[in-house]
């Protein structure tokens, strides 16, 4: 049987033109020390992960960059311990009917997991990651930069995923990726604890990058659980550059529902879902960035996120907390 395709649409190249300006400055939360950064108008269930301690690097050499850039990462893990050591603005949630400081810096209702947090920031932006993606090297015979598979569970090692989930700005959801029966299962649980909101996957850094300028878009063949997922590509080398983000809709599988994770792609459930670059939207923590192209000949990362939210404020009309599941077969350039 043909498998079914589906294109979403949801915006448009004048979207992109016309999309609202981002002027807000972004505030950095010292007590946690990184990824609590965000600007003053965005949401906070931002799909992406801020290098800790902006620094002004311009004047420096590449190697003196490199080196203080891939100390980053563990002096965050430090600084996020200690926003947890008493005298710290970093409580638990007052009890009923009791004041509560309004110098406070943040409410936790859940414990945070420093150690899934330390865990993150290692995997993403430890000093090996940071000196690839300033310093890429070719990395040999392992991928055509020009073919159009990027990922399928036939060929797992194309792209490294990691979780990148709200543990990064203290939330408590929770995600992974495994490979089975040559299916990727991205799955967790989803809470708005803590401000929280979103899980995602995100791949480390492709090099050299990805040269998809004569294709028109990308495949996914998925099967999912009824929610509303985003396509994340970056065409950086920045952590913290611009993510486009393309929003599908999911059908509920039955083999989703029944609790059979089984199957190799083929399945009458699996379908394609076309997603165009035109319908890729610039973001940055979740807010349309304008008057911007999205550089198709140097794809650097893919991310796949379940967020409450979609673009400047607007909420995923599909989004529900709890557990949710979605199984990639493949994802390629058409």
């Not at 400055?25 to 020390?33: C, E, K, Q, V, W």
């Not at 979780?163 to 992974?176: E, I």
């Not at 909420?315 to 994802?331: C, D, K, M, R, Y």
Request: charged residues 20%; neutral net charge.
């Amino acid at each position: 049987m043909s498998a079914r395709v589906r294109t979403h649409n949801r915006a448009s190249a004048s979207t992109r033109t016309h999309a609202h300006t981002h002027t807000a400055s972004p505030r950095y939360d010292t007590a946690l020390g990184t990824a609590t950064a965000r600007h003053a108008t965005a949401e906070p269930h931002s799909a992406t992960f801020l290098e800790p301690f902006p620094l002004s690097l311009a004047a420096d050499a590449p190697m003196v960059h490199a080196m203080r850039m891939a100390l980053m990462p563990l002096l965050a893990v430090i600084h996020a311990g200690q926003a947890l050591l008493p005298g710290h603005h970093f409580a638990k949630a007052p009890a009923q009917g009791t004041s509560h400081s309004r110098t406070s810096l943040a409410v936790m209702r859940e414990q945070w997991d420093l150690s899934r947090f330390a865990q993150t920031a290692l995997f993403f932006n430890g000093p090996d990651q940071v000196l690839k993606r300033i310093l890429p090297q070719p990395q040999g015979s392992a991928r055509d930069p020009s073919s159009p598979l990027i990922w399928s569970g036939d060929r797992p090692d194309l792209l490294e995923w990691g979780p990148l989930d709200d543990v990064v700005m203290g939330g408590v959801s929770k995600s992974s990726f495994t490979v089975q029966n040559g299916v990727g299962r991205f799955a967790g649980a989803i809470s708005t604890e803590n401000n929280g909101g979103f899980a995602g996957c995100r791949s480390r850094a492709i090099t050299p990058p990805l040269q998809l300028q004569r294709f028109s878009g990308l495949k996914l063949r998925v099967r999912g659980d009824g929610k509303r997922y985003k396509l994340i590509v970056r065409d950086d080398y920045n952590w913290n550059g611009i993510a486009w983000s393309f929003s599908f809709d999911t059908e509920p599988a039955q083999q989703l529902l029944d609790g059979d994770g089984s199957g190799d792609g083929s399945g009458d459930d699996f379908v394609d879902v076309l997603a165009p670059w035109a319908s890729f939207v610039p973001t940055l923590f979740a807010r349309k960035v304008p008057l911007v192209q999205l550089k198709t000949d140097s794809i650097t990362a893919v991310q796949l996120t379940l967020s409450k939210f979609e673009y400047d404020s607007e909420l995923n009309p599909a989004f529900s907390t709890g557990p949710f599941e979605l199984q990639i077969a493949s994802i390629e350039a058409f």
